[in-house]
DNA sequence: TTGAGATTAACTCGCTCTGAGAAGAACTAT
DNA sequence: ATAGTTCTTCTCAGAGCGAGTTAATCTCAA
C-alpha cells in the first residue's frame, strides 16, 4: 500500500486479478455421543455430488455476519457460539476462480436433523470421523476446525457450548470424550469441573429420572462466567502431538 | 455456493461489489528488553503520516506468500516463523473501498534498524506500548497479535524464534519478561527449561564472556524440536484474564 | 418384589509440578 | 582486592493430578 501504483490501483480494483471473498462454516455438535459436522451436498460442478461445508459469498455485511447467515440458511441453530478459524485462499482452491474463503467455527447443541426443517434438504450432520474427501480444501478447514475444538476445550469453557443451558456433570463429561475421542475418569473429572473458579455454577436441582442405565439423580449446573479454565483441563499428552 | 445465482457470479464476479484482498503483517522482535513492532510510516491518504502495519495487496500466489513479500520489501528479515493471526474485513475499515485484510504474525530475533538497509526510508521498530493510533484497524490487528503471542509464549517454544540459533537460558527469559511484561524468577525458569522435553538441547558450549554485568559464563543452547511444551510454561493467572 | 448392575459424588493415596527462598561458585567493573 | 551481579543448583511446603475405592441412589429385568 505504499508505492503509487498500489494506490492508484485501489481506486480501480479490476487492475488485479478478480478475487471473490466467502465464508464457510466448520460447525460441530455432539449427537449420539459422536463429534459430528454439518455439511451440504454439492449440487453444482465443480465438486457435483461431494460433501462440502456450507458457506457463500460474503455481501455488504461483516464477515461473521457472513457465517451466521450462511449457518441460518442451512439450519435452524439459534445463539451459537461463533469464532474465525482461519483463512484459506491458495490460487487453485477453486477452480473457476481466485477464491480467498474466511473459515468460522460454530458450536451447538444436539439439535434434530436439519433435513426435516432446514430450506437445504441436502445438509446433514455427519460424525466427523467420516467426512472426508470433502469438495474443494474443505478437508483441510475442518481439520483445522478439529484442531481448534480439541484444544479450545483444555483451556477455555467451550465445552458448555455444546449441551443445553442446564447440563450434568456427565453430560460435560460426555462432550469431552466424543471431542478427545477418549473416555475421561469419571471421579477426576467431577472434582476438576467444580473447582476450577467459573466453570460452572450449581442451580440447586436434579433431573426429573436418574440415567438411563441407573444411579442417582445427577445435581444441573449451569455455565459458569469463566472466559478461561484456570488452572486447565488438560488431556494426556500424547508424543505425537509434542514432536 | 448452492442458488443457481451464486454459481453464476462466481463466473462474472463484477456481479457483485469489487471486494480487495490484502495482507498485513504484525513483525514483532524483542529488542532493549522490550517487544517491538515494525511499522511503516503513510506517505499517503488516507491516514498519511500515520503508523500502519507493512502490508499490500495479494497477487496471484498463496496468501503466506504474499505476507513474506511484503515483510521482506520492508526488511532483510529471514527465515523468520511467519504464521495466520486473523482476517479483518469490516466494511468501511478502509475508506476507499472494501478490502479484506488477512493479518499474519511475525517473529524475528533482534534486528539492526530497518531505516538504514531497507528501501522503505519509513520503516521502525517501534515499542509496542507506544504503538497507537495506527491507521485503519491496525491498533486492533495489533492487539490481536500481541493475545497471540503472549498465549503462545506458555505452551509452544515460539520463544526460541526471537532469540539466536544458540542462546542463553537467560536470553530465553528476557524473552518472556518482555513479551508478558512481568519478571520471572530465575530459579524456577531454569529447572522448568531443561525440565520440558525437546524445549531446547545443550551445545555444550558457554559464551566467551560473563555477563555485563558479571556472573559466570552461561551454557549456551539451541531450540529443540518440540512443537508443544508439556507441562507448559504457564504465567501467572491473572483474574482479568479468567472472568 | 427383589437383585444385579450402573451411576453419582466424595474420598484417599502417592506422585509430580510449582512458587518462594537460599546458597555457592563464577565473573565483571571499580 | 572488593563489591555487586549472575548462573546454577538445591530445599521445602503446598497445590494439582491420576488411579483407585466406597457409599448411596436409581433403573431395569428377573
Same mark, same amino acid.
Do not use: C
Given at each position: 500500500?505504499?508505492?503509487?501504483?498500489?494506490?492508484?490501483?485501489?481506486?480501480?480494483?479490476?487492475?488485479?486479478?478478480?478475487?471473490?471473498?466467502?465464508?464457510?462454516?466448520?460447525?460441530?455438535?455432539?449427537?449420539?455421543?459422536?463429534?459430528?459436522?454439518?455439511?451440504?451436498?454439492?449440487?453444482?460442478?465443480?465438486?457435483?455430488?461431494?460433501?462440502?461445508?456450507?458457506?457463500?459469498?460474503v455481501?455488504?455485511?461483516?464477515?461473521?455476519?457472513?457465517?451466521?447467515?450462511?449457518?441460518?440458511?442451512?439450519?435452524?441453530?439459534?445463539r451459537?457460539?461463533?469464532?474465525?478459524?482461519?483463512t484459506?485462499?491458495?490460487?487453485?482452491?477453486?477452480?473457476?476462480?481466485?477464491?480467498?474463503?474466511?473459515?468460522?467455527?460454530?458450536?451447538?447443541?444436539?439439535? /434434530?436433523?436439519?433435513?426435516?426443517? !432446514? #430450506? @437445504?434438504?441436502?445438509?446433514?450432520?455427519?460424525?466427523?470421523?467420516? =467426512? *472426508? %474427501?470433502?469438495?474443494?480444501?474443505?478437508?483441510?478447514?475442518?481439520?483445522a476446525?478439529?484442531?481448534?475444538?480439541?484444544?479450545?476445550l483444555?483451556?477455555?469453557?467451550?465445552?458448555?457450548a455444546?449441551?443445553?443451558?442446564?447440563?450434568?456433570?456427565?453430560?460435560?463429561?460426555?462432550?469431552?470424550?466424543?471431542?478427545?475421542?477418549?473416555?475421561?475418569?469419571a471421579?477426576?473429572?467431577?472434582?476438576?469441573?467444580?473447582?476450577?473458579?467459573?466453570?460452572?455454577?450449581?442451580?440447586?436441582?436434579?433431573?426429573?429420572?436418574?440415567?438411563e442405565?441407573?444411579?442417582?439423580? /445427577?445435581?444441573?449446573?449451569?455455565? !459458569? #462466567? @469463566?472466559?478461561?479454565?484456570?488452572?486447565?483441563?488438560?488431556?494426556? =499428552? *500424547? %508424543?505425537?502431538?509434542?514432536r
Open positions: 500500500m505504499n508505492s503509487e501504483q498500489d494506490f492508484l490501483s485501489a481506486y480501480d480494483p479490476r487492475a488485479y486479478a478478480p478475487v471473490a471473498v466467502t465464508v464457510d462454516v466448520v460447525a460441530l455438535t455432539v449427537r449420539d455421543g459422536e463429534l459430528q459436522v454439518l455439511l451440504i451436498e454439492r449440487g453444482e460442478h465443480p465438486f457435483a455430488g461431494r460433501y462440502a461445508l456450507p458457506g457463500g459469498f455481501r455488504d455485511e461483516p464477515l461473521e455476519t457472513a457465517a451466521r447467515r450462511e449457518l441460518a440458511e442451512e439450519t435452524e441453530l439459534d451459537v457460539h461463533l469464532e474465525q478459524l482461519g484459506f485462499g491458495d490460487p487453485g482452491r477453486d477452480p473457476r476462480m481466485r477464491v480467498v474463503s474466511v473459515a468460522y467455527l460454530a458450536f451447538a447443541p444436539s439439535m /434434530p436433523d436439519p433435513a426435516s426443517g !432446514g #430450506d @437445504a434438504a441436502s445438509a446433514a450432520w455427519v460424525p466427523v470421523a467420516q =467426512a *472426508r %474427501e470433502l469438495a474443494f480444501d474443505h478437508d483441510a478447514i475442518l481439520a476446525g478439529l484442531e481448534r475444538v480439541r484444544a479450545k483444555e483451556y477455555t469453557p467451550l465445552a458448555t455444546f449441551v443445553g443451558p442446564e447440563f450434568t456433570i456427565a453430560e460435560l463429561r460426555a462432550v469431552y470424550a466424543a471431542v478427545w475421542g477418549e473416555d475421561l475418569h471421579g477426576n473429572f467431577h472434582r476438576k469441573v467444580l473447582s476450577v473458579p467459573g466453570f460452572v455454577e450449581s442451580t440447586g436441582t436434579t433431573t426429573e429420572r436418574g440415567g442405565r441407573g444411579g442417582p439423580k /445427577p445435581r444441573l449446573y449451569r455455565a !459458569g #462466567d @469463566a472466559r478461561l479454565l484456570h488452572p486447565a483441563l488438560l488431556r494426556p =499428552a *500424547r %508424543e505425537a502431538d509434542i
